[in-house]
């Protein structure tokens, strides 16, 4: 499997654009996991899905963000409308089950918002 | 949530052993003990995981100990490939509300020297 992949590695917007963050898991897995990495807070959960549910969004920072899975191999990470704060990198990862299971997590997504 | 404490930078010579803290005084019983670590510029992968026993696999050992309020992480022989943040995480097996979750702290910065 070529592990999780996500696109695009780089992007770069201006404020208020939107922004869409995509991420492919392994296939077989059933749990996908969205996070942020910044130098102030570190690498945070944003929200998690199993079996294409959302689970737990309460890391979601705001109504500006969204996220989907309409299929077990695809999910988007939506920011509408984009803000300088929101300039991160997002990791996208996936497990086969949870509590000790293992996550993968993929090469993430810089964003940068001007 | 159990917290974990890690020191905050160390550093090592290539090709010998490694020992990375970790503590944990309010873990409960149904908390696995997760490393993972993060090099420049990738996201982070997945190094050992356990629960009570010791546990050794073709990265690391994981050394649990007896009243499990702490862990250390053992390179045996570090390498330049080795240099990179390590998180000691701790993961809900139980179903509570932070089951399945991974809480990334600020983690290790593991320096390794030629």
């Known amino acids: 499997d070529a592990g999780v992949i996500q696109s695009p590695r780089h992007e770069v917007t201006e404020m208020g654009q939107e922004v869409t963050l995509r991420c492919k898991p392994i296939s077989g897995h059933d749990y996908l996991f969205w996070y942020r990495q910044t130098m102030m807070r570190g690498l945070e959960l944003l929200i998690y899905f199993n079996n294409n549910v959302p689970i737990d969004d309460s890391g979601m920072p705001e109504d500006r963000f969204s996220a989907k899975m309409p299929n077990a191999s695809f999910s988007t990470l939506k920011i509408q409308p984009s803000e300088p704060r929101d300039s991160a990198v997002y990791f996208c990862a996936s497990s086969f089950g949870t509590g000790f299971a293992i996550q993968y997590f993929g090469a993430g997504t810089r964003l940068s918002v001007l | 949530d159990a917290k974990t404490t890690q020191p905050n930078s160390m550093e090592s010579n290539e090709e010998e052993p490694v020992h990375l803290p970790c503590n944990h005084s309010?873990?409960?019983?149904?908390?696995?003990i997760h490393w993972y670590r993060q090099l420049p510029s990738q996201g982070p992968e997945y190094v050992i995981h356990g629960l009570t026993s010791n546990v050794n696999n073709r990265m690391a050992s994981l050394a649990i100990a007896e009243d499990r309020k702490s862990s250390t992480l053992i390179l045996h022989r570090a390498t330049l490939r080795d240099a990179a943040v390590y998180y000691c995480i701790l993961s809900d097996s139980a179903g509570g509300t932070s089951y399945g979750k991974l809480t990334f702290g600020q983690g290790t910065i593991l320096t390794v020297h030629p």
């Open positions: 309010t873990i409960s019983g149904t908390d696995y």
